[in-house]
C-alpha cells in the first residue's frame, strides 16, 4: 500500500489540458497547491489553498513538511527529476511519501523542435548556477540543449562560446514550448541580439573557428593553464587522474592545489564531480580561480591554510591529492577522512619528500612509481631530449 502523501507533477505549457487524468485528479482534489507564479495560472484549482515559493528557497523543505496530512500537490516544470526541485525534495523528505508524475520535459520538447536525439546531445543547465560550467562540453560539432536563467542567458552563453573561439555556433531560443505562446529565435554566438522571452530552452550547436579551444575532458596541455611554472605537468597530472578516478558528485581535496591543475581536471572528468582546493599563497589561489573560471568549474571551492591542521571539519573526501604539503601527519588525517573505497595520491620531487612517501608505503602499502618524462627541445640546429625532475608517486586504496 502507498504510503505516498506529496504529489509532484510535472506540468508544461498547455497546463491542465496536457496531463494525465490521474494528475488532474490530484490537482483537483488537492488541499494544498505549491508553486510558481506560472504554475499556478496553469492549473485551475478553486478550492484549495495556493503557496507560492518562498525566498530563500530553503524555507520550502520546512514549509512542506508542514502540509503532511493533507492533499498537496508540488507543481514543477515538465520532468520533476530532471533539473528540477523534485530532486532535491525527495533528498529531504524520504521517496516512499512521495509520488511523482513526469510531464514531457523541455529537453524532450526542444529535441523534438529541432528533430534532434537526445541519446546524442548534451543536457545541461545555468539555472541557479554559474554559466562557465557548460564550458567543458564546447568542441566541435557538439549540440547541447541548455536550461537557461532568464532572457540575459542566450547573450552570457554566446559570450562564453565567443571567447572560446565558438562564434559561428549556431544559437536557437525555443520560448513556451508546447504552448499557445510558443516562440522560436535563431541566431550565431557572435552576432547575437534578440530579445528573448525569460522562459525558454537554449539549443547550441558548436562550431569551431581558427584557434578554437579544443580540449579534452583530462589531460589538458599545461598553457591552458595560468600558472608559474610550479605545477603538476601534464604527463604526471594524467596518471594521476587515472589513479585518483573521478566519479559523478565525488569530493577531492586538492592539498598544495596551486594554480588548480588537478582540481580543475577532477571537475570536468565527472558529471558534478567537486573539489577543495587547499592552498596558501593568495597568489596561487588567485590563479586558481581564474582557471577554474576560464576552464568551465567555476565551483572550485578554495581554502587559504594550512596542513594537517586546516584538513579539519572539511567535509569527508572520495579523493585525496597532496602535491604539498606532504607529511606523515597530512597522510594520516587524509587517509582517516577517507570514505570507504577512497583513493590517495601523493606526489613527491625532493629526497625529503621522497622519504615520507618510503615512509608510508612501508606502513600502509599500496603502489610506489618514480615517474620520469623527457621532452625534445632545439640543439643549435638539431634536436635533444631534455628530463623534467623526476616525480616519485605514491597511490594507495581505503577498504571498506
Not at 105 to 129: I, Y
Not at 264 to 288: F, K, V
Not at 348 to 362: H, K, P, R
Request: aromatic fraction near 6%; charged fraction near 20%.
Amino acid at each position: 500500500m502507498s504510503t505516498a502523501w506529496l504529489n509532484i507533477i510535472g506540468i508544461g505549457e498547455d497546463g491542465i489540458d496536457g496531463l494525465s487524468q490521474e494528475a488532474r485528479a490530484l490537482i483537483s482534489a488537492a488541499e494544498i497547491i505549491i508553486g510558481g507564479d506560472r504554475h499556478h495560472k496553469l492549473a485551475d484549482a478553486p478550492n484549495a489553498t495556493r503557496i507560492k515559493w518562498p525566498s530563500p528557497f530553503d524555507a520550502m523543505i520546512d514549509t512542506i513538511k508542514s502540509y503532511k496530512g493533507k492533499s498537496v500537490v508540488v507543481l514543477v516544470t515538465g520532468d520533476p527529476l530532471w533539473y528540477s526541485v523534485g530532486a532535491r525534495i525527495g533528498r529531504a523528505i524520504p521517496v516512499a511519501e512521495i509520488s511523482y508524475h513526469p510531464q514531457l520535459s523541455a529537453f524532450q520538447w526542444a529535441a523534438a523542435r529541432l528533430g534532434w536525439s537526445l541519446a546524442d546531445v548534451e543536457t545541461l543547465t545555468v539555472h541557479g548556477r554559474a554559466a562557465e560550467q557548460i564550458v567543458p562540453y564546447f568542441a566541435p560539432d557538439v549540440r547541447l540543449l541548455i536550461l537557461t536563467k532568464d532572457k540575459t542567458s542566450p547573450e552570457t552563453v554566446a559570450e562564453l562560446l565567443v571567447d572560446r573561439g565558438y562564434g559561428a555556433s549556431k544559437m536557437t531560443v525555443l520560448a513556451a514550448l508546447g504552448g499557445p505562446n510558443e516562440a522560436r529565435f535563431e541566431g550565431v554566438a557572435e552576432s547575437w541580439k534578440h530579445d528573448v522571452p525569460d522562459f525558454h530552452t537554449l539549443a547550441v550547436e558548436c562550431v569551431a573557428g581558427a584557434g578554437a579551444q579544443i580540449l579534452p575532458r583530462t589531460g589538458l596541455p599545461d598553457d591552458a593553464f595560468v600558472h608559474d611554472g610550479k605545477m603538476t605537468k601534464r604527463a604526471v597530472r594524467a596518471l594521476a587522474l587515472s589513479k585518483l578516478a573521478p566519479t559523478r558528485g565525488a569530493l577531492l581535496w586538492d592539498i598544495g592545489c596551486g594554480c588548480g591543475s588537478i582540481a580543475i581536471e577532477w571537475m570536468r572528468g565527472a558529471p558534478e564531480a567537486q573539489a577543495i582546493g587547499l592552498e596558501p599563497r593568495e597568489d596561487r589561489r588567485a590563479m586558481a580561480q581564474q582557471n577554474a573560471a576560464q576552464l568551465g568549474t567555476p565551483k572550485l571551492k578554495l581554502v587559504d591554510g594550512q596542513v594537517p591542521h586546516s584538513l579539519g571539519g572539511l567535509p569527508a573526501p572520495d579523493a585525496v591529492f597532496i602535491g604539498g604539503g606532504l607529511s606523515m601527519e597530512t597522510v594520516a588525517v587524509s587517509i582517516d577522512a577517507l570514505k570507504p573505497h577512497g583513493r590517495l595520491v601523493a606526489h613527491a620531487v625532493t629526497l625529503e619528500s621522497e622519504a615520507v612517501l618510503l615512509e608510508v608505503f612501508a606502513k600502509h602499502g599500496g603502489e610506489l612509481q618514480r615517474i620520469s618524462v623527457e621532452s625534445v627541445i632545439d640543439v643549435g640546429s638539431f634536436h635533444g631530449w631534455k628530463p623534467s625532475m623526476s616525480v616519485t608517486q605514491w597511490s594507495w586504496s581505503k577498504d571498506l
